[in-house]
């Protein structure tokens, strides 16, 4: 029976052994740091962090669990990237933990859910039912587990960090083999084989001494007690990380460290040039502080990190204010907008990109100077003068002048950390922006990650072929948070909020997202939000796209809108609220597809958004059509729970054309409805009740 003694006082402190080390995780900005490997970054903030040995090759490597989607993201390395493999396993707020609970050497995950102190354990990293659940514990305490006696089978425990002790289930069952005291109050607890013996030991991380204490039992003959880790933040997780050297007292998790190999860039460095004097396939970190009005293009395999707090800006500061009546007014504005766009009418200036910020507050652009108030501005591009209706006195004035922060088509970039905004990118241009021109294809390969992107003109991110987006705070952007074309782009674990903030027409293109002539695009538990245009928008013959497990709540057009593309998944989303700006008709859906064939809709959980599920057939025949007629057909909506207290759900169409309804193979079936009172479905050219739904052989 594994007995563990409480430490008392001061042991002896020395390196850690080389077997195994402590790694942190900073929830707060998702970055690693690894003893002899640096920092890098993998994960979100929020999320909770695992090392375990995925395939079997002696080496452990990351793996995050996002609480509020019970999705696990598991690495095969060491090193900034995305997951190699994703799953979905248990619910929301469980929590995670992972061991060999088959002796096969290959570590797999499981979950413990406090709602009903249950483990929950699978023997293959992949989305399944539990091979193995039992009851364990009172529902409190952070899992873990370890092979105690080196039979190649982990166990697990919990541990009452908040009381300083452990419980450990023996054999995986709810049978307890022990319990006991064991280091202080507060202590995190780490686990792994520290001495190469095969067998595992429980330690706990002091922060407030940069230590790690190890139980004895377990340990070699003779092996001290303490080992000096170093000061840290983060939350401590060990294993055999590839790492060969320990962290020195006070290093990593502050955000002072170059990564290894990396050329450091301060603020007032030119970026393009520093990225010019070196080799293709350099590493940049990017210096906190503000780097104002850089623009630049990587070479080929360029890694572009930013240490917390370096923000890309692409504004200038407007000083030398003069005032002229009830109106301020600055000269010397030399600068010359790009202009590009289709606008509402009231607003004709949406089009001019450059912007104008006061204390980080967008002003609307006005057109004339006679309409300039508190909350506007004018630019008099003929008398390089900008006029503003508030006192500017002890304010920040910005104006954006960048076209854009980042660009180019060169392969395997990867850009992370940085924040990118106020740039004067125009409409259907990114901030950031894989490409050299809206006519070019696009970088191969890059990957764009852990980056807040804000306050922008035109499309927060934009991407051609191939990219990978994740994890990034895409907000406050004036035509779209994110876009791309081309094809095998993945969109994943982004936050995309308060977007299409200037008046673009929004039938022209403003909102969340925009996926225009795309293939094989893939948008994954996405958390998309009060976006002013559609959530998640694809258009223009778009063909082979996923939309699963995200989010979209509060768009003020339709929550996910299909409209004259091809052949989608739209599966296990959540939608709520969406639709309300303009849910006439159908419109307001949560889902709705417009004139696209081969849709099939599933597992989806649809409230209280201006109409429901839709489908729209509408004479689109001067449109592009380069894969068949865009008509409504071979729709499958199935396996939905769909919540409304106004609007409809069902197909519409108004080209005179009944078969739609008739003989296109649209199917609606085992789908489950909460609906008030009325007509809340549409067929056959009329809104009808349930039973007359369910009379046509739909549901």
Not at 153 to 174: F, M, R
Not at 178 to 198: C, E, K, L, N, R
Not at 609 to 623: C, K, L, T
Request: hydrophobic letters at 35%; glycine letters at 14%; one cysteine or more.
């Amino acid at each position: 029976m594994l007995v563990a003694s409480v430490l008392v006082g001061a042991g002896p402190a020395v390196a850690v052994p080389d077997d195994a080390q402590v790694a942190f995780f900073d929830t707060s900005l998702g970055r690693w740091h690894m003893a002899g490997i640096g920092d890098f970054y993998y994960g979100v903030p929020g999320d909770q962090p695992l090392l375990c040995d995925w395939n079997g090759n002696g080496t452990d490597t990351v793996g995050l669990y996002r609480a509020n989607s019970g999705f696990l993201y598991l690495r095969q390395s060491n090193s900034f990237g995305v997951a190699d493999v994703s799953i979905f396993f248990g619910i929301p707020e469980d929590r995670p933990v992972c061991g060999d609970w088959n002796g096969d050497g290959k570590d797999t995950i499981g979950v413990y859910r406090p709602s009903n102190a249950t483990f929950y354990l699978v023997n293959a990293n992949q989305t399944a039912y539990a091979d193995r659940q039992f009851s364990f514990g009172d529902g409190y305490g952070t899992p873990f587990a370890g092979d105690w006696d080196g039979d190649g089978v982990d166990t697990v425990g919990l541990w009452k960090e908040g009381h300083g002790y452990y419980e450990l289930s023996a054999g995986n069952t709810s049978a307890l083999l022990s319990y006991d005291h064991f280091g202080t109050p507060g202590d995190p607890i780490v686990v792994a084989d520290f001495d190469g013996d095969g067998r595992d030991t429980l330690g706990v991380y002091r922060t407030g001494t940069g230590r790690l204490h190890l139980n004895p039992l377990g340990e070699a003959s003779g092996s001290p007690l303490e080992y000096a880790v170093g000061f840290h933040t983060g939350r401590p997780v060990a294993g055999v990380t590839g790492g060969t050297a320990p962290a020195p007292p006070g290093s990593g998790g502050g955000g002072s460290e170059v990564p290894p190999g990396a050329i450091s860039v301060n603020p007032g460095t030119n970026i393009q040039s520093a990225i010019d004097d070196a080799p293709d396939g350099a590493t940049f970190y990017i210096r906190a502080g503000v780097h104002r009005l850089q623009r630049f293009q990587p070479k080929p395999g360029n890694t572009i990190i930013g240490e917390p707090g370096a923000i890309l800006n692409g504004s200038r500061v407007l000083n030398g204010w003069s005032q002229e009546g009830s109106q301020w007014w600055v000269g010397g504005q030399t600068q010359q907008a790009a202009r590009h766009g289709v606008c509402e009418a009231s607003s004709p200036r949406c089009r001019y990109s450059d912007d104008l910020f006061v204390n980080n507050v967008r002003l609307e652009h006005v057109d004339s100077r006679s309409k300039v108030d508190s909350d506007s501005w004018y630019f008099d591009y003929g008398a390089d003068r900008i006029y503003l209706g508030q006192n500017p006195s002890g304010k920040t004035v910005e104006t954006s002048i960048t076209f854009g922060a980042v660009y180019g088509n060169s392969p395997n970039v990867t850009i992370t950390g940085l924040v990118v905004e106020k740039y004067a990118n125009p409409a259907q241009h990114g901030a950031i922006d894989n490409r050299l021109n809206n006519s070019d294809a696009g970088g191969e390969n890059w990957v764009i990650a852990g980056n807040e992107v804000r306050l922008n003109h035109g499309v927060g991110i934009k991407v051609g072929k191939n990219a990978r987006v994740e994890g990034n705070n895409v907000h406050h952007n004036g035509q779209l948070g994110i876009g791309a074309v081309g094809s095998g782009s993945r969109f994943e674990n982004n936050e995309i909020a308060y977007n299409g903030q200037i008046p673009f027409w929004v039938d022209w293109e403003r909102g969340g997202t925009k996926f225009a002539k795309t293939t094989n695009i893939q948008l994954i538990d996405n958390y998309v939000h009060h976006n002013d245009g559609p959530g998640l928008w694809a258009d223009l013959s778009a063909k082979d796209m996923l939309f699963a497990n995200n989010t979209v709540i509060g768009n003020s057009k339709a929550g996910i809108y299909y409209e004259i593309s091809y052949d989608a998944v739209i599966r296990d989303n959540y939608l709520e609220g969406n639709g309300f700006g303009f849910d006439a008709w159908l419109w307001g859906g949560g889902i709705v597809i417009s004139s696209s064939p081969n849709v099939e809709i599933y597992g989806n959980t649809v409230v209280n958004n201006g109409d429901g599920i839709g489908a729209v057939e509408q004479d689109r025949s001067g449109d592009p059509a380069p894969y068949g007629p865009l008509v409504i057909s071979n729709l499958y909506v199935h396996h939905n729970t769909v919540t409304m207290s106004q609007g409809v759900t069902g197909v519409a169409q108004d080209v005179g054309n009944k078969a739609v309804f008739t003989s296109r193979n649209n199917r609606w079936e085992n789908n489950t409805y909460h609906v008030g009172s009325g007509n809340r479905f549409e067929w056959d050219n009329r809104q009808i009740s349930y039973d007359v739904w369910r009379g046509y052989g739909l549901n």
